[in-house]
C-alpha cells in the first residue's frame, strides 16, 4: 500500500505540473490585464510603462519558468490587483470557503442519508416519491433565487438571520442551506438506489433471517455497503462544494475563494488565476486521493494494488 | 423527521438573537459594490477603491457641495507661468501618526506617484515631470506641456498626500496594510471582502465628523445589498441602478435618493466609411434617438438630456447649445435624402450591464429603418476592445459611458475626439484645433470659448449620438443623512447620523 501512495502522490505532482501550465497559457489567451488596470483614457505610453513595470513586457518563457521556479516553495507571483503575494490572498480567504463547505457538507449528509434510506425502505410508494421530489426542487432551483427568497424571508421578513457577510454561526446558516439544497439531491439519490440493491442481495436476506432488528439490517450492514459509491460522490461534491460556492458566495458577500476566483478572472489578475485554479486543482487531486484510501477502511474486499 | 424539523427551528430561533449585530449608536455601514482594491491611495484608479479611501486621505483640492473647485490641503494656486502650478499649502496639518504634511510631503507623494516602480494606475498627472518644494508650505508641480486643469485633476486620486516619514519606516506593503493620512477618519482594520472600519479622527483640521465609526462593505448583489439596508445591517447602499432602485421604492424606513452627477452615455459612431461616414445619417440617427423618452422608460427619469458630451456641472458645457430635436420624419427625410430610404443593417455594441439602454436604443432606431442588432461583451472584453489600437473593434455603433470626475470638459472629450487619440473615429482638423486650445490654454475664458465652439461642431456633424447624464441614485436608511456633490464621491465627512 506504501508504494502506491507514493506512486499517486507523484502522480498527482504530474497533474498539477499540467494544471499550472494549462491555467498559464489560459489566463494570457483571456486579455491584457493592463488594459483593465488603467482608465480607458491612458495613453499607449503609460499601458507601456505599467506593463514594463509589471514585468509582462518579457518573453513568455521567461515568465513561465519564473512562475514554475517559484511553484515548489508555494510561491505565485503578486497579484496585480491587490499588489500582496497571492498565497496571502488565497490563504485569508480559506477559512470562510473551509467553514461554508463543511458546514454544508455536514448539512446535506444530515438530510440526504435518512432521506435516501427513507425512501429506499418505502420504495415505490407515496413517501418515496415525496422524499425524492422534495430534494429535486432543491437540486433544480437556481442558487442565486433560492438565496434571494431565503434573505427575504428569514432576514428582512423575519429578521431571524442576518442577510449577507461573514461574521458568527449566525452568519452561516443561509448560505449552508442554499449550498447544500444542491448536494443534497445529487447524495439522497444516489443512496436510495444504492440501498435498494443491497437490499435486495443474499447477506442481508441472511441477516434479516438470523432475526436481527430491522435496524442492525439497514443500519449496520445495508448501510455501509451502499455507502462506496455515496463516498465516491461525497468526495466529488466537496469539490464542487467548494469551487460551486460562487454563486452563494456572491449572493450572501461570503469573503470565499469563489468570490474571489470570479473577481481575478474579471480582472485578469494573472498570477491570482494561477494561484486559485491550483488550489482547486490541489483540493480535487487531494479528496480523491483520500476517497480511494477510504475505500480499504469502508470495504476489506478493496485493496490499493 | 418531524423531531428534526423541531430541531431545526428550534436552532433557528436560538441563534435569532445575535442577528442584528452591533448597529446602533453613530457608526455609518455603507455598502459598495466592491472593496478596495489596496489601501495604498497611490496604487488604484477606480471609484469603489477612491470611495473608502478618500475619508482616511485629504487631497490638494476639493470639491464643495456647489461642485466648484474648493481649498483641501493647499489653501490657494497659480499658474506663474503654463508649465508650472505653484500650490500654497494649508499650514499645521499633521498626518495621523503625528507626521507633518507640508511641502516636502506633498512633492515626495506626486514623484513617488510618477515613479515607474510605484505601479500606479493613476493617469491623469501625464503631463506632469516633477514636483518641487519651495518653502515650508509652497510646492510647485511642473509640466512637460501646459495643463490648465491640473487643480482639478489633484482633487481626487493624483491629488493625495501620503507621509513620507510613515513610508519609510512601514514599507510600501505595511503601508498598504496600515494607512496613514491626513484625512477626517483614522484606519482601524480592514479584512477583505467583509469590511473596512475607520474612526473619526478627532483633530481633523475642518473638524471632527459628527459621528465615530465608518464603515465599508463589498456587497456586489444588489438585491443582497438592499435586503441588508431593510434588516439594519447598513444605512447606505451605494451605486444603484434605476431599475434595482425601483425594487426597493416604498417600503418603510428606506429611501431612495437620486442626486444629478456627471456619469455620461453616448453612442460612438465610426464615421470612417459605410453609411455613418454620411452627416445626414448621423444627424437622423440623432433625431431618431428619443432621449427625453428613454430618460422616462429605461432610466426612470433619473437622468437628464445632454445636447452633446459636456455635462452640466462640467466646465466648459454651454447651455445655449440645445439637444437635437426628437423627429422620426426629419429622421427618415435625411435617411432618404442620403441615398438610405429603406434605412440599412448595423450592429451596436454594449456591455452587459447596459443591455436595457442598447435594447432600448436600437428599438428607437428601428422605427426610422435603421436595423442596429444589439451586441452584448462582458466587460473585460468590452474594455479591452475599447482600448485596443484597433479603432473598430467594438464595430460600427458601441453604447458608452464615462464619468469625468474632474468636472472639466476635458475629461469627456479627450480620448476621443482629436483624431489621434485612440478612441477617436471622426477626422476633424477644426475639432482637433479646438482641443489643442482647450488643452493647452491656461486662460479659462480662452478656454471655454474654444468648448462651447467645440460643442457647436459636435452637434453639428454629430460624430456621436449624443445621450444623457445619469443621477447618482442611493437607497438609505432612516439614520444617515448625506448628500453628494456631482462627482458622486462618498466623502462621508459631512454626513450626519441620528441614533
Redesign the interface.
Known amino acids: 500500500m506504501i508504494p502506491t501512495i507514493i506512486r499517486r502522490i507523484l502522480s498527482a505532482i504530474v497533474v498539477l505540473f499540467c494544471v499550472a501550465t494549462v491555467a498559464f497559457v489560459l489566463v494570457r489567451l483571456?486579455?491584457?490585464p493592463v488594459?483593465?488596470?488603467?482608465?480607458?483614457?491612458?495613453?499607449?505610453?503609460?499601458?507601456t510603462?505599467?506593463r514594463?513595470?509589471?514585468g509582462l513586457d518579457r518573453p513568455l518563457w521567461t515568465q513561465y519558468l519564473d512562475y514554475l521556479a517559484g511553484l515548489p516553495r508555494l510561491r505565485f507571483g503578486d497579484s496585480l490587483?491587490?499588489?500582496?503575494p497571492v498565497a496571502e490572498?488565497l490563504l485569508?480567504?480559506v477559512p470562510?470557503t473551509a467553514e461554508l463547505a463543511a458546514a454544508a457538507l455536514a448539512l446535506t449528509l444530515l438530510i440526504a442519508v435518512?432521506a435516501g434510506t427513507?425512501a429506499a425502505l418505502h420504495r415505490g410508494r407515496a413517501g418515496d416519491s415525496g422524499v425524492m421530489g422534495a430534494v429535486l426542487i432543491g437540486q433544480s432551483t437556481p442558487v442565486?433565487w433560492i438565496?434571494?427568497l431565503l434573505?427575504?424571508v428569514?432576514?428582512?421578513r423575519?429578521?431571524?438571520?442576518?442577510?449577507?457577510?461573514?461574521?458568527?454561526?449566525?452568519h452561516l446558516?443561509l448560505p449552508a442551506v442554499t449550498l447544500a439544497l444542491y448536494s443534497v439531491a445529487v447524495v439522497a439519490r444516489l443512496l436510495r438506489s444504492s440501498l435498494i440493491d443491497v437490499l435486495g442481495s443474499d447477506y442481508i436476506r441472511t441477516a434479516t433471517a438470523k432475526g436481527l432488528r430491522t435496524r442492525t439490517v439497514v443500519g449496520v450492514h445495508a448501510l455501509r455497503n451502499a455507502a462506496l459509491p455515496v463516498v465516491t460522490v461525497v468526495g466529488l461534491e466537496i469539490g464542487s462544494l467548494l469551487g460551486g460556492a460562487i454563486l452563494t458566495e456572491?449572493?450572501?458577500?461570503?469573503?470565499?475563494i469563489g468570490?474571489?476566483t470570479v473577481?481575478a478572472i474579471?480582472?485578469?489578475d494573472f498570477p491570482l488565476v494561477q494561484g486559485t485554479v491550483l488550489f482547486f486543482a490541489a483540493i480535487f487531486v487531494l479528496v480523491n486521493l483520500l476517497v480511494d484510501l477510504s475505500y480499504t477502511v469502508l470495504d476489506p474486499r478493496v485493496r490499493l494494488t | 423527521m418531524n423531531r428534526r424539523a423541531l430541531l431545526g427551528l428550534g436552532l433557528l430561533s436560538l441563534l435569532s438573537g445575535c442577528a442584528t449585530g452591533p448597529g446602533a449608536g453613530t457608526v455609518l455601514r455603507i455598502a459598495q459594490p466592491a472593496d478596495p482594491r489596496t489601501l495604498d491611495p497611490h496604487k488604484i484608479s477606480d471609484m469603489p477603491s477612491m470611495n473608502a479611501l478618500i475619508n482616511v486621505f485629504d487631497t490638494l483640492t476639493t470639491r464643495g457641495p456647489d461642485n466648484r473647485l474648493a481649498p483641501g490641503l493647499a489653501l490657494s494656486w497659480e499658474a506663474p507661468d503654463p508649465y508650472t502650478w505653484r500650490f500654497r499649502l494649508r499650514p499645521g496639518v499633521r498626518f495621523h501618526n503625528g507626521e507633518a504634511c507640508d511641502a516636502v510631503a506633498v512633492a515626495f507623494s506626486v514623484n513617488r506617484l510618477l515613479n515607474p516602480a510605484t505601479k500606479s494606475p493613476i493617469v491623469e498627472l501625464r503631463n506632469v515631470s516633477a514636483a518641487v518644494p519651495l518653502d515650508e508650505l509652497t510646492v510647485e508641480l511642473r509640466t512637460s506641456k501646459p495643463d490648465p486643469i491640473i487643480p482639478a485633476k489633484v482633487s481626487l486620486f493624483g491629488g493625495v498626500v501620503v507621509p513620507p516619514g510613515y513610508l519609510a519606516v512601514a514599507g510600501d506593503a505595511g503601508f498598504a496594510r496600515h494607512p496613514v493620512g491626513t484625512g477626517p477618519f483614522t484606519f482601524v482594520d480592514f479584512q477583505r471582502d467583509r469590511r473596512l472600519r475607520l474612526r473619526a479622527n478627532p483633530g481633523y483640521w475642518a473638524g471632527p465628523a459628527g459621528y465615530r465609526d465608518l464603515e465599508f462593505m463589498p456587497m456586489p448583489n444588489t438585491s443582497s445589498a438592499l435586503a441588508a439596508l431593510q434588516s439594519d445591517e447598513v444605512d447606505m447602499v451605494t451605486e444603484l441602478s434605476p431599475d434595482s432602485a425601483l425594487q426597493i421604492t416604498g417600503y418603510r424606513g428606506v429611501s431612495i435618493r437620486n442626486y444629478p452627477a456627471v456619469p455620461t452615455s453616448y453612442v460612438s459612431l465610426d464615421t470612417t466609411d459605410g453609411p455613418l461616414s454620411d452627416v445626414r445619417v448621423r444627424r437622423a440617427l440623432n433625431h431618431a434617438v428619443d432621449v427625453p423618452l428613454l430618460i422616462k422608460a429605461v432610466m426612470d427619469g433619473k437622468a437628464r438630456e445632454l445636447a452633446t458630451l459636456i455635462p452640466r456641472e462640467s466646465f466648459g458645457h454651454d447651455p445655449a447649445i440645445t439637444p437635437y430635436t426628437r423627429d422620426l420624419d426629419l429622421a427618415k427625410r435625411l435617411l432618404t435624402e442620403a441615398g438610405y430610404p429603406n434605412g440599412f443593417d448595423t450592429t451596436l455594441t454594449a456591455r452587459t450591464d447596459s443591455a436595457l439602454l442598447a435594447e432600448a436604443i436600437s428599438g428607437l432606431l428601428a422605427r426610422a429603418g435603421v436595423r442596429a442588432a444589439v451586441r452584448l461583451l462582458d466587460i473585460g472584453t468590452y474594455t479591452a476592445r475599447l482600448t485596443s489600437d484597433n479603432r473598430r473593434a467594438l464595430g460600427p455603433m458601441y453604447l458608452a459611458k464615462s464619468t469625468g470626475w474632474t468636472l472639466d470638459g476635458q475629461s469627456l472629450v479627450q480620448s476621443n475626439v482629436r483624431h489621434d487619440r485612440r478612441q477617436s473615429r471622426w477626422n476633424s482638423p477644426e475639432a482637433d484645433r479646438l482641443i489643442d486650445a482647450e488643452e493647452l490654454g491656461i486662460a479659462p475664458e480662452d478656454r471655454q470659448r474654444a468648448f462651447t465652439e467645440l460643442q457647436r461642431l459636435l452637434k453639428d456633424q454629430a460624430p456621436f449620438v449624443f445621450l444623457f447624464q445619469s443621477d447618482s441614485i442611493y437607497a438609505m436608511g432612516d439614520r444617515a443623512h448625506w448628500q453628494p456633490n456631482a462627482a458622486g464621491v462618498l466623502r462621508m465627512h459631512s454626513a450626519t447620523v441620528t441614533a
Do not use: H
Open positions: 483571456s486579455g491584457d488594459k483593465l488596470m488603467l482608465p480607458p483614457d491612458a495613453t499607449a505610453q503609460q499601458e510603462t505599467l514594463a513595470s509589471l490587483v491587490y499588489g500582496q490572498v485569508a480567504r470562510a435518512p427513507f442565486f438565496g434571494i434573505i427575504l428569514f432576514a428582512v423575519l429578521q431571524w438571520l442576518p442577510a449577507s457577510g461573514y461574521g458568527g454561526l449566525d446558516v456572491q449572493v450572501f458577500s461570503w469573503p470565499g468570490r474571489l473577481e474579471q480582472n485578469r
